[in-house]
């Protein structure tokens, strides 16, 4: 299966001179975890719940995006397959990859529980086939 399957199309983003707090209200208002951060087109970073959750525990509340960012996100080509993105993800310790198309334009983001939901759905599928041909035996 490829990631471009499992991708977030027109993913959040906000501009690197945001305030954090315009990030928060698009994620909360996308229900997602990430904004992406775009310079014009170009993504430069990303930034999650998880980094802005942090920044206003440390007292940093007056920031903007460019501040709190991880700068040049992992992402992968939309061909690639599920399984070298999960490697990928796990090589760069991220839970969320971004997915870019073959100008290495955005296309969308795919995160750790997008791939983890459709695989267990997947083998739930196959799991069901099982039961039934074994209560038909």
Known sequence: ???EDLITRAPVT???GS?????ARRMAESDVGSVVVVDGREPIGIITDRDIALH???GVEDARVEEMMTAHPVA???GTDVEQCI???GSHEVRRILVLDEDDELEGVVSLDDIVIHLSNTLEKAA???RAEMARV
């Open 56 to 58: 206003m525990a440390a």
């Open 128 to 130: 069901g086939l099982i």
């Open 19 to 23: 305030h954090i707090s315009l990030a």
């Open 76 to 78: 992968v080509e939309r």
């Open 1 to 3: 299966m490829l990631i």
């Open 87 to 89: 490697e990928k993800m």
């Open 14 to 16: 906000v501009s690197r």
